[in-house]
């Protein structure tokens, strides 16, 4: 499983707390990992120098069709500002027909408890997915 483990990019103050976003990441098809992958790592690129970044993680599944991130930020708006901005912008936009299923989640952290552990990210992964299939009445809600 290919990773690019935690990089700090940016040390926050000790006394900071950390915005944390985790998601799963499904493409449709075998057919459509390269592409998808070749993508995530412009994306990566991006965060290294993103302003408000505190550091990043990536786990690739290709066989399963899964890519995994993991990121931590000054706040809320400092992860959308990176979202809006390009390329990551036009990598959503145009990745979005291959997509088969996304979970996101988003928590707050001390500053202190960074790098956050992928188990800890991969828990709360997986109690959104149950999360938003109980809200969209899904087989995941039973």
């Known amino acids: 499983m290919p990773t690019l483990r935690w990089t700090t990019v940016d040390t926050p103050a000790p006394d900071a707390t950390a915005f944390v976003m ?7 098809s075998l057919a459509d990992v ?3 992958f070749l993508r995530s790592l412009a994306a990566w690129k991006q965060v290294t120098g993103a302003p408000g970044a505190f550091g990043a993680s ?3 599944e290709p066989l399963r069709r899964t890519f995994w991130t993991l990121s931590a930020w000054e706040d ?3 992860l959308y500002a990176y979202a809006k901005t390009e390329p990551h912008r036009s990598i ?11 979970v996101f ?3 707050e952290v001390p500053a202190t408890d960074l790098p956050i ?5 991969r828990h709360r992964l997986a109690e959104q997915q149950r999360t938003d299939a109980a809200n969209a009445g899904g087989p ?3």
């Open 105 to 107: 989640t988003f928590w």
């Open 76 to 78: 809320r708006k400092a």
């Open 140 to 142: 995941a809600a039973a």
């Open 22 to 28: 985790a998601s799963r990441l499904e493409v449709r």
């Open 92 to 102: 959503m936009k145009g990745l979005r027909p291959t997509m088969s299923h996304s």
């Open 117 to 121: 552990d992928w188990a800890d990210a």
């Open 58 to 60: 990536l786990v690739a």
């Open 34 to 36: 390269p592409r998808f």
